[in-house]
């Protein structure tokens, strides 16, 4: 009986446990994304759970008709209507914050169905996923209109392009901060290794996106999201092993909302391996802390977070035989490969060598030390600061104010001296270098010490950047808000060559330096050149939105006025008198003396650095004289401005429609105002781009799916440092204000959820991105007359780039993935991304003559397959163990990445094809392994 009664049971609960079902769901912030931690998930009465580290819940309950409210301090609470059947449900919460946030405000997040702009926001989730410690633009390329490369294969030397456009002219932001260096747009993701571990999301707004402030935001704004002070207290600990020597020890704490008010969060990081790529070794460290008081409606929050770090890189492209000529072979080259460097593997980098610094010791043994030495090395830190003010007024009314700096210090090493002596198998010859140096006696210079012909020199840019951004947010009715501010800046950035290692030699000599009292240099001396650039901006925006539900709209307008100037340590001082000024007349300059015996033969030589003087109105002057004035230019301000609209129309709980349209322009950079020379170009005049875009959106509770279509029109777009002519040892330096390019294309990106575990998502990008112009350039002098060569004719410049595609970027990109979840604690993914016609990079002045018109050489199309997979073990009911498996490119694709039409560097030939490209391939098959304990 017994028996039967434990059977009858047994069933019964069997049939129980088939009857429920597993409610998978997530929570998150309405606005920024940002999974809330510690979410109250009810789900009966008596019965709930609290979301986890990435604001995830699971629980499982019997089959039927179930209602799960969802609330969180500071947000409005949500409830949802579900019917449990079949083995799992998947449910997403986006909790709405009872008052706008700081983040909200400044950092211009754009919202589904609101905001009028294409957009992708990459949650967290797919990061930590994803990333597998990639830089950070590479979990980019499943975004639609997206490339982005390793470059070199250095870490943190990676880049983005999005719709064509480089990131110096993609807004790059941090919690609304700009980061784009001021001086040339630049971002350097060195920088910012390790942000990941801090990061609640990412979004990418394409084209002229939707920031209120004056940005170069030409092909789209990339803004990164670090996390806020949670509610709860949190911690974590990872460590990541991946290839190459590739290890990765981060640690994180999340001290929680505490009854006090304060807060704060703290995480760092440890990192070193050796690289894909030869001798692109990299070793660094990542912090980060956040602290936070709430006084009534104020918010105070102050933070800090750098980056310093060293590595190897991989700066300069090579022609494709010299990595692989069976591969240069099948893209038509014929040419003869005999003497030269061929078949080094596509992770060759000619950077490097070995290096034997032998020295002798007092019994005249030898005494070796053998290394290997990469020329080429990276070292920096830019720690940024912020201190943040937000103050709630009152319901209607919000004041945000953050002043920031960032002070960056580093710089990249180079051989000076013979550059083009490498070895049978393209390595540098350093052991010529250090051989050639340590016994090198120069007499002109010293009896005894040796000088070095060949070293290693350190190109140093430290920077100094100071900001304010200040914003007023005000809400006079529930559909209407209006919006305005300040966005003022100063930097200065220092610009100099030092020495690095003299490579067995004693000294080294330049003579680049118009005032130095001696050319002989030791380490640490400043070489070559040394020069301060200085910006100042000063800039204010204002907006109007309107939102009533159904149709959401802005207009925004914003301007600018930006200084630059530029001061030249190593020219020779002006001498300024009341009644005149002589240009660059102070100094020093050398001379040479030679010594001869009684017999007329040389016996010794030594130079002599003299004073240069200047005799006016019986005054002598010298470049200590008061009325001597360093070469430093007057301020050249320049303005610019963005006027911007667009409006989003729901049509129904399903669809909506947007449209936005806009004109920026934009000041040029520094180097196409200033020369090396201290020279203002002639004839500068703003970048100029004209943005039109339109686009669709479905979602519903299976598929969600979005369309839009582009048209930017760059006008201006610079030839980076202008073109320069020489007549009569005069040089002429202008601009080239006639390069006009249009930007046009379709984006498609959706995720369809097959089932409660299997999710697929695509994306296609078909862009059409050519240069639209052909000019002809011309030079004028001071007095504006034309510029004329010694036969009396008019010197002219001219470029026909019409019609031809724009370089450096996959115009056409497809994307599938399959996402699958075995069990709530499990994951498998795997993605393909196909890129195709991808023109090399080229300088459009080169078209002319029989070359009018040409095309650049496209790269072979290539496609790469990602596998990510996880598993989340539970320790205790609190804490987990998650573990993360990615293989990047799985099918260890054979690629070419990047690439330089007639590479000028490499390249025997000019004839715009594979055997005259200098290319960079991209890396071969990696794994990264994580595993993570939240606590």
Known sequence: MKQYLLLILSLFAAITYAQNTTINGSVIDANTGESLIGASVVYGKGMGVAADYDGNFVFSVPSGDRKITVSYVGYLQESKSIKAKGKSVTVKFKLKPMQLSEVHIVSDVARDRETPVAFTTVSLKKVNEELASQDIPMILNSTPGVYATQSGGGDGDARITIRGFNQRNVAVMIDGIPVNDMENGWVYWSNWSGLDAVTSNIQVQRGLGASKIAIPSVGGTMNILTRGIGNKQSGTIKQDIGSFGRLKTSIGYNSGKMDNGWGF????????????????????????????????????????MGAPQKHGQRSYKSNIATYDTTFSQSLGDTSSFEGRIINQGIDYNKHWGDIDRWTLNSNGDTIH??????????????????????WVVNDKFYISNISYASIGNGGGTGISGNTNNYDDYGQYHLQDAYNGNINNIDVLYSDDESKSSTYLRSSINNHYWYGLLSTVNYNPSEEISISGGLDLRTYKGEHYREVYDLLGGNYAIDESNGLQLTQIKNVGDIVGYHNDGFVKWLGGFGQVEYNNGRVSTFFNLSGSNSGYRRHDYFKKKDLVLSDTTFTEVLGTSVTTEIEYNNAGNIIGAHKTMNLDTVLWNGQTYTMYSDEARDAITDWEWIKGFTVKTGANYNVDELNNVFFNIGYISKAPRFNNVFDYSNQLFRDIQNERVKAVEGGYSYRSRFLSANLNAYHTSWINKPSNGGVTIEVDEVPYKANINGMNALHQGIEIDFAYKLSNKLTFEGLVSLGDWRWTSSDTVRFYDDDNNPVIDESGNEIIVTFDAEGVHVGDAAQTQYGISFRYEPTSNSYFKIRGT???DYYSEFDPLSLNGVNSGRESWKIPAYQLVDLHAGYKISITPKNKLDIKFSVLNLLNEIYISDAQNNDPYNANYQDFDAKSAGVFFGLGRRFNVSAKINF
């Open 369 to 390: 030390n053998n290394s290997i030495l990469n020329t080429k090395q990276n070292y920096f830190h830019k720690p940024q600061y912020s201190l943040r003010h937000f």
């Open 834 to 836: 196909y890129f195709d």
């Open 265 to 304: 969060t703290l995480a760092g990081s440890y990192k070193r391996g050796n690289g894909f790529v030869q001798e692109t070794w990299t070793e660094g460290y990542f912090y980060y802390a956040k602290i936070q008081k709430e006084i009534g409606n104020h918010t105070f929050t102050l933070s800090a």
